[in-house]
Nanobody
Framework: QVQLVESGGGLVQAGGSLQLSCAASGSIFSINAMAWYRQAPGKQRELVAIITSGGSTNYADSVKGRFTISRANAENTVYLQMNSLKPEDTAVYYC????????WGQGTQVTVSS
């Protein structure tokens, strides 16, 4: 059984930092990429950042230069370092594992106060 455990969300003031982590356990074959999405109230879920098994990364324009995605392949863990947070970054953040079957985490709340 595959499990994705997310952690690191919370409440932070604007300009602050948080680091999210997502650890995948269980039998996951052929992981191609790991990613972070977010969904704010009343909005669609959107891609924040993605990292491939080869280490290539891509970011949403709104977070470029502020967020950094990284990955520990041996542990099937992906991180999202979020700096210079803004109130508009407030959302539930979800981890996604892209493999033969895609897996979603349960989500972790990030709230940025102004």
């Amino acid at each position: 059984q595959v499990q994705l455990v997310e952690s690191g969300g919370g409440l932070v003031q604007a300009g602050g930092s948080l680091q999210l982590s997502c650890a995948a356990s269980g039998s996951i074959f052929s992981i191609n990429a790991m990613a972070w999405y977010r969904q704010a109230p009343g909005k669609q879920r959107e891609l924040v950042a993605i990292i491939t098994s080869g280490g290539s990364t891509n970011y949403a324009d709104s977070v470029k230069g502020r967020f950094t995605i990284s990955r520990a392949n041996a542990e099937n863990t992906v991180y999202l370092q979020m700096n210079s947070l803004k109130p508009e970054d407030t959302a539930v953040y979800y981890c996604l594992v892209v493999a033969l079957i895609n897996y979603w985490g349960q989500g972790t709340q990030v709230t940025v106060s102004s």
